[in-house]
């Protein structure tokens, strides 16, 4: 009989994770709260550094879970973890041999950064909110015009102590350049903006990607972050910013702003840690077992992590990483067959 | 304008019995602003408002001009509340914003240094013999006008709505900076879209202005007032946001503190004389209210009882268009009937040649 391991999150890394476990010899489930599998990637349009449609990516996910008859349990949400299963809500009990924690982390709201308007003025938008307007091919503002100046502000509810969120987002610069340069793609005649405090281009192919978009689209990078969007009377945006560079403060009207939303860790975190007694990191995310020997698993044997549970994390690193909490599950259940 | 937060913030406002502290720029500016707010609440609401001649100024000008230190400051607001206290009160309201600030930042002190609180009792003890009661609740006189809102508005004898045409007043709010931007969960509405003056609008008929420089200081700031070598930037604050209004045509403009409410009616005589600019209508001022006049009006008092005569901008454009009758020659008498004279014509309220109002965008 085949071991079982219960995958909390039907996302890009609960899925992933299940794939390569169930390659292994593994009886994958997946339990995932929504109502389909896919998590925030089933929302975004194209993905950095290489502009590759996010549908390309996850189909193939979506479907090997499909095709290799995955047990996927949707619209189900987790109230408790343990080594050797979970409870789902309703008191149903789950039983399995291991268990994989993948349930990423929760867009931060942009709403509680009220000084930017959002909500509030027509035309100030996410990052996510734009990647589903690129999906419905409708980049446009709310009069159905054209966006002629574009400002994209960094670092929303990211490195933001006011907002109890100080970690890096880490994937917001690199979005914010590629965002930049599909908009400018989009509307060729547009002034586009990027405001950021530092412009962190971990990855490969995002430095390269970042001159790009200075020397190939001109597009504007300003070193300081907008303190505040007001209404204009012709419907516009007035933006307010100190280009810390010049040191001077600048005043400008603008189409459209978009906020460069960052990852905060999920508020249900802390009662998935307490029922398990699992640790969290101070910005609320769950704690690994190690930075450098044991980033997939936790501080129970039994419970691994795998994608953005653990902290904010590229696509790519999240797929990696979930291979390697499938890997380590198999040398669990192995060790304790032996 | 579009709000989607006020109700997110919200605070706990008593429903009678006030201790009342005054505001020392009101009563020298606006001594009617207050006597109206002890009217409105004792006649028309039917509260009790204790208006105690014991409490002093709270020393924030001072403060904030780093003359008196932070443990002066807290002993005489510990004073305050200790009279509030001792005459039976525990809901302590502030005429003014930056007192208002200020009891607010120092029960915030106290609370996350309690060893500060110790102190100041036992400074207040040793300087006054008296002892520090807390009050149950802090409020700013604007917040209290704004909770009876509703009832004033049906009270109303007449609306915020301009009687030739049948349309809403277009009214600019001012928030002072010490209302919540220091401690937004302490303010309606918070620090970006406060609502305590829009609702008091909103429920009046009159309708709120948004515009490009709506959350920026009126200009007054102690430092830049107080030294007079620095006055140059307060009235360059105040013009920054006349000029942005302006286009908006708005009929009045209300503010909930001292500073805002002098500073945004007297620069405008300023910047008439020294450069030939206004910003209203007809070559003329904005008239400047505070919360009371504009609840004053709205219940039936008249204008020159509010003590709207001693606005640096006239009035009477704006209380023509709300249908308010008055007498124009009891503009300058005073209290005792007397005449006591009449100002020199100003710029700001006899047209200007240079008028942004009309500038077409």
Same mark, same amino acid.
């Given at each position: 009989?085949?071991?079982?391991? /219960?995958?909390?999150?039907?996302?890009?890394?609960?899925?992933?994770?299940?794939?390569?476990?169930?390659?292994?010899?593994?009886?994958?489930?997946?339990?995932? &709260?929504?109502? /389909?599998?896919?998590?925030?990637?089933?929302?975004?349009?194209?993905?950095?550094?290489?502009?590759?449609?996010?549908?390309?990516?996850?189909?193939?996910?979506?479907?090997?879970?499909?095709?290799?008859?995955?047990? %996927?349990?949707?619209?189900?949400?987790?109230?408790?973890?343990?080594?050797?299963?979970?409870?789902?809500?309703?008191?149903?009990?789950?039983?399995?041999?291991?268990?994989?924690?993948?349930?990423?982390?929760?867009?931060?709201?942009?709403?509680?950064?009220?000084?930017?308007?959002?909500?509030?003025?027509?035309?100030?938008?996410?990052?996510?909110?734009?990647?589903?307007?690129?999906?419905?091919?409708?980049?446009?503002?709310?009069?159905?015009?054209? @966006?002629?100046?574009?400002?994209?502000?960094? %670092?929303?509810?990211?490195?933001?102590?006011?907002?109890?969120?100080?970690?890096?987002?880490?994937?917001?610069?690199?979005?914010?350049?590629? !965002?930049?340069?599909?908009?400018?793609?989009?509307?060729?005649?547009?002034?586009?903006?990027?405001?950021?405090?530092?412009?962190?281009?971990?990855?490969?192919?995002?430095?390269?990607?970042?001159?790009?978009?200075?020397?190939?689209?001109?597009?504007?990078?300003?070193?300081?972050?907008?303190?505040?969007?007001?209404?204009?009377?012709?419907?516009?945006? !007035?933006?307010?910013?100190?280009?810390?560079?010049?040191?001077?403060?600048?005043?400008?009207?603008?189409?459209?702003?978009?906020?460069?939303?960052?990852? &905060?860790?999920?508020?249900?975190?802390?009662?998935?840690?307490?029922?398990?007694?699992?640790?969290?990191?101070?910005?609320?995310?769950?704690?690994?077992?190690?930075?450098?020997?044991?980033? /997939?698993?936790?501080?129970?044997?039994?419970?691994?992590?795998?994608?953005? /549970?653990?902290?904010?994390?590229?696509?790519?690193?999240?797929?990696?990483?979930?291979?390697?909490?499938?890997?380590?599950?198999?040398?669990?259940?192995?060790?304790?067959?032996? | 304008?579009?709000?989607?937060?006020?109700?997110?913030?919200?605070?706990?406002?008593?429903?009678?019995?006030?201790?009342y502290a005054r505001s020392c720029i009101r009563q020298n500016f606006f001594p009617g602003s207050e006597r109206a707010f002890l009217?409105?609440?004792?006649?028309?609401?039917?509260?009790?408002?204790?208006d105690? @001649?014991?409490h002093t100024s709270c020393t924030g000008i001072?403060?904030?001009?780093?003359?008196?230190?932070?443990?002066?400051?807290?002993?005489?607001?510990?004073?305050q509340?200790?009279?509030?206290?001792?005459?039976?009160?525990?809901?302590?309201i502030s005429s003014c914003i930056t007192s208002f600030g200020i009891y607010?930042?120092?029960?915030?002190?106290?609370?996350?240094?309690?060893?500060?609180?110790?102190?100041?009792?036992?400074?207040?003890?040793?300087?006054?013999?008296?002892?520090?009661?807390?009050?149950?609740?802090?409020?700013h006189t604007s917040?209290?006008?704004?909770?009876?809102?509703?009832?004033?508005?049906?009270?109303?004898?007449?609306?915020?709505?301009?009687?030739?045409?049948?349309?809403?007043?277009?009214?600019?709010?001012?928030?002072g900076?010490h209302y919540?931007?220091?401690?937004?969960?302490?303010?309606?509405?918070?620090?970006?879209?406060?609502?305590? +003056?829009?609702?008091?609008?909103?429920?009046?008929?009159?309708?709120?202005?948004?515009?490009?420089?709506?959350?920026?200081?009126?200009?007054f700031?102690?430092?830049?007032?107080?030294?007079?070598?620095?006055?140059?930037?307060?009235?360059?604050?105040?013009?920054?946001?006349?000029?942005?209004?302006?286009?908006?045509?708005?009929?009045?403009?209300?503010a909930n503190c001292p500073g805002c409410s002098m500073?945004?009616?007297?620069?405008?005589?300023?910047?008439?004389?020294?450069?030939?600019?206004?910003?209203?209508?007809?070559?003329?001022?904005?008239?400047?209210?505070t919360y009371e006049?504009?609840?004053?009006?709205?219940?039936?008092?008249?204008?020159?009882?509010?003590g709207?005569?001693?606005?640096?901008?006239?009035?009477?454009?704006?209380?023509?268009?709300?249908?308010?009758?008055?007498?124009?020659?009891?503009?300058?008498?005073?209290?005792?009937?007397?005449?006591?004279?009449?100002?020199?014509?100003?710029?700001?309220?006899?047209? %200007?040649?240079?008028?942004?109002?009309?500038?077409? +965008?």
């Amino acid at each position: 009989m085949k071991p079982r391991v /219960v995958i909390v999150g039907g996302g890009a890394a609960g899925m992933a994770a299940a794939l390569r476990l169930e390659s292994r010899g593994v009886e994958p489930v997946i339990v995932e &709260r929504e109502e /389909v599998t896919g998590g925030k990637v089933r929302n975004w349009h194209k993905l950095f550094p290489t502009f590759t449609p996010a549908e390309e990516v996850l189909e193939p996910l979506c479907r090997g879970i499909v095709e290799r008859g995955i047990e %996927c349990r949707t619209g189900v949400s987790v109230e408790a973890v343990s080594a050797d299963g979970v409870v789902l809500a309703g008191g149903e009990r789950v039983e399995a041999d291991a268990v994989v924690v993948a349930t990423g982390f929760t867009l931060f709201d942009a709403h509680r950064k009220q000084e930017y308007g959002y909500g509030i003025y027509d035309n100030v938008v996410t990052s996510a909110d734009l990647e589903q307007m690129m999906n419905r091919g409708s980049v446009r503002l709310a009069d159905g015009s054209a @966006p002629r100046r574009i400002a994209i502000l960094h %670092c929303v509810g990211s490195r933001d102590e006011k907002v109890c969120q100080s970690h890096c987002s880490k994937v917001c610069c690199i979005t914010g350049v590629k !965002q930049a340069i599909e908009l400018k793609k989009m509307f060729p005649e547009a002034d586009v903006f990027n405001f950021y405090m530092d412009i962190r281009m971990f990855g490969p192919g995002y430095e390269e990607l970042y001159r790009e978009a200075q020397q190939s689209y001109n597009i504007h990078f300003v070193r300081g972050r907008i303190s505040e969007a007001s209404p204009t009377i012709n419907g516009r945006i !007035q933006i307010k910013a100190e280009d810390t560079l010049t040191g001077r403060p600048l005043k400008m009207s603008i189409d459209m702003l978009v906020l460069l939303v960052g990852m &905060r860790a999920n508020d249900d975190n802390a009662s998935l840690a307490a029922s398990a007694g699992l640790a969290l990191a101070p910005n609320g995310f769950m704690q690994n077992k190690d930075p450098f020997t044991g980033a /997939v698993r936790s501080q129970r044997e039994g419970i691994f992590y795998a994608g953005a /549970v653990t902290a904010p994390k590229s696509l790519a690193d999240t797929l990696a990483e979930a291979s390697m909490a499938a890997d380590a599950v198999v040398d669990y259940l192995n060790a304790d067959r032996r | 304008m579009k709000r989607a937060s006020w109700q997110e913030y919200q605070k706990d406002i008593a429903d009678d019995k006030y201790y009342y502290a005054r505001s020392c720029i009101r009563q020298n500016f606006f001594p009617g602003s207050e006597r109206a707010f002890l009217d409105i609440l004792r006649n028309d609401l039917g509260r009790n408002v204790m208006d105690d @001649p014991m409490h002093t100024s709270c020393t924030g000008i001072g403060y904030h001009s780093d003359v008196v230190p932070l443990e002066t400051i807290m002993t005489v607001v510990a004073r305050q509340f200790a009279l509030m206290g001792e005459a039976g009160y525990e809901n302590f309201i502030s005429s003014c914003i930056t007192s208002f600030g200020i009891y607010t930042e120092i029960l915030n002190t106290w609370e996350e240094f309690p060893e500060t609180e110790e102190r100041t009792r036992e400074y207040l003890y040793k300087a006054t013999g008296r002892e520090l009661v807390k009050p149950r609740s802090l409020a700013h006189t604007s917040d209290i006008v704004f909770h009876f809102r509703d009832e004033i508005a049906r009270k109303a004898k007449r609306k915020l709505v301009n009687v030739y045409t049948g349309r809403p007043l277009r009214v600019v709010e001012h928030i002072g900076c010490h209302y919540a931007k220091i401690f937004p969960k302490k303010g309606i509405g918070g620090s970006e879209f406060p609502y305590v +003056l829009a609702g008091m609008i909103e429920s009046w008929g009159g309708e709120v202005v948004d515009y490009p420089e709506r959350r920026h200081c009126c200009g007054f700031g102690f430092r830049q007032y107080l030294v007079q070598a620095n006055r140059g930037y307060s009235i360059a604050n105040t013009q920054k946001k006349l000029e942005s209004m302006s286009p908006y045509k708005p009929d009045f403009i209300v503010a909930n503190c001292p500073g805002c409410s002098m500073f945004l009616d007297k620069w405008q005589y300023a910047i008439a004389e020294m450069e030939g600019t206004t910003y209203g209508p007809d070559g003329q001022g904005i008239p400047v209210l505070t919360y009371e006049e504009m609840a004053g009006l709205v219940l039936g008092y008249d204008p020159w009882e509010l003590g709207m005569q001693m606005h640096q901008v006239d009035v009477e454009p704006l209380l023509d268009k709300m249908g308010v009758e008055y007498d124009p020659a009891a503009k300058y008498l005073g209290r005792d009937g007397r005449y006591i004279g009449k100002p020199e014509r100003a710029a700001v309220n006899n047209g %200007c040649q240079r008028a942004i109002y009309d500038i077409k +965008l």
